[in-house]
C-alpha cells in the first residue's frame, strides 16, 4: 500500500493519538511539536513521554518541530492544538500549503479574544482550503488502549469527508460523517463547560439522579445555545452532542472533569490549572459562552452559575440552590413535526 503522508500539529494526548493511528493504519505521521527535545526522545524511544506515558507509538510516527517540514507534501493536516496556540501556527502553516491540502480541526474551544470557532480561524488564516473538524467522544488514553469508540468528521466538502473517513478508521477507530460543521464544533467546544460541572457534582457526593439531571439539561443548554448560532439540533444527539457530552462528564480521563473534581475538594483554580501543566479548555470557553449568551439573550443557567462560582466566588450550593428554583421550561425544545 502506498504511503499517505498526514501532518499532526500539536504533541499533546489527542495529537500524539491521532499520529499514531495514521500510523497504524500503513501510513506516514509527521508530528510537528515545538519542543526539540521532546521530538527527539519521541523518535527515539517510540513513546510520548510527557502526555502518553505508557503507550508505545507506532515507527510510522515521526516527530519533528520544523513546521514547514511536516506540513509541506501532506495530504492532510490535523490541526490538535490548545485553542491559545491555534491562530499563530495555523497562520505560520498557510505559508507553506498547496491548494489541494485538506485541513481538519480538532481542537474543541474557542479562539480567545472573541467568539470564533477553529474551522473559522482556520478558513480565516487559509483563504479557502477545504477545511474539516473532527469531534465526538475521544479520551485519548481509551483509544491508546485500542478500545473502541467512534468519532464525527464533519465539513461541507465531500471530498474531505471521504478522505478522512478512509485514513483514519480502522478495528477500533470508527468514523461517521456529517455536513453540519458549525454544530459539530460547537458539540466539543461547549460540553467542556458541563465537564466542569459534572466533576464538581462528583466531587460533593451527589448522586446519580443529581449528575443525570445535569447531564441532560447540558445537552439542553448547549444544544439551546448552538441553534441560536446557526447549528442543527439534530447534531446533538449523536456522537459529537450527547457522545462525546456523557464521555467527558463521567471520566476522570478528562481534564475538565478533574478540573470541576478538584474544584468541589477545596482547590482554587489557579492551584489546579498549575497541577494540570495545562489549562483545560472549558475553563477559557465559559468566559466566551457567557458573555454571547448574554449578548443574544440565550438562558444558560448552568453556564451562569458555574461562572458566578469560578469568578464571582459564589459558594456551590448556592449556585445549585439558584439552579433549582430556575424558570421551569420544557423538557424538550426541539420536536420534530410529526
Known amino acids: ?77 490535523l490541526v490538535s492544538l490548545p485553542s491559545s496556540a491555534f491562530v499563530s501556527v495555523v497562520t505560520e502553516m498557510a505559508g507553506y500549503l498547496s491548494a489541494d491540502q485538506l485541513l481538519v480541526s480538532t481542537t ?18 487559509t483563504n479557502g482550503q477545504p477545511v474539516g473538524v473532527l469531534s465526538g467522544p475521544n479520551l485519548a488514553k481509551e483509544i491508546g488502549k485500542h478500545m473502541p469508540t467512534a468519532t464525527v468528521i464533519a465539513s461541507d466538502n465531500d ?22 460543521m458549525f454544530g459539530v464544533e460547537l458539540g466539543g467546544a461547549l460540553k467542556n463547560i458541563y465537564a466542569i460541572i459534572s466533576g464538581l457534582a462528583a466531587a460533593l457526593g451527589m448522586g446519580e439522579n443529581t449528575r443525570s439531571m445535569l447531564i441532560t439539561r447540558s445537552l439542553a443548554e448547549m444544544s439551546r445555545f448552538a441553534v441560536q448560532m446557526g447549528a442543527n439540533p439534530m447534531t446533538f444527539i449523536g456522537l459529537a452532542g450527547v457522545g462525546d457530552l ?17 474544584l468541589g475538594k477545596g482547590g482554587t483554580l489557579e492551584t489546579i490549572v498549575a497541577e494540570l501543566g495545562e489549562v483545560a479548555e472549558g475553563v477559557n470557553t465559559l468566559k466566551l459562552v457567557k458573555q454571547k449568551a448574554d449578548e443574544m439573550g440565550i438562558y444558560m443557567p448552568l453556564v451562569n452559575g458555574l461562572y458566578q462560582v469560578l469568578f464571582n466566588n459564589l459558594s456551590v450550593a448556592d449556585a445549585l440552590a439558584m439552579l433549582m428554583k430556575s424558570d421551569q421550561s420544557s423538557d424538550v425544545e426541539f420536536i420534530l413535526p410529526n
Not at 474543541?108 to 488564516?125: D, H, I, T, Y
Open 1 to 77: 500500500m502506498n504511503k499517505t503522508q498526514v501532518a499532526i500539529l500539536g504533541g499533546g494526548s489527542f495529537g500524539t493519538t491521532l499520529a499514531n493511528i495514521v500510523a497504524e493504519n500503513g501510513h506516514q505521521a509527521r508530528l510537528w511539536l515545538r519542543d526539540e527535545a521532546q521530538a527527539q526522545a519521541i523518535n527515539a524511544n517510540h513513546v510520548n513521554q510527557r502526555y502518553m506515558p505508557d503507550y508505545p507509538l507506532h515507527e510510522n510516527l515521526v516527530a519533528n518541530t520544523d513546521l514547514r517540514a511536516v506540513v509541506e507534501g501532506a495530504e492532510l493536516v
Open 108 to 125: 474543541k474551544g474557542v479562539v480567545p479574544g472573541g467568539f470564533e470557532l477553529m474551522s473559522q480561524a482556520l478558513q480565516r488564516a
Open 159 to 180: 471530498e474531505l469527508r471521504t478522505r478522512v473517513q478512509a485514513l483514519l478508521a480502522n478495528d477500533y477507530f470508527r468514523v461517521y460523517a456529517s455536513s453540519d
Open 246 to 262: 456523557v464521555a467527558t462528564c463521567m471520566s476522570p480521563l478528562s481534564r475538565n472533569y478533574r478540573v470541576g473534581y478538584a
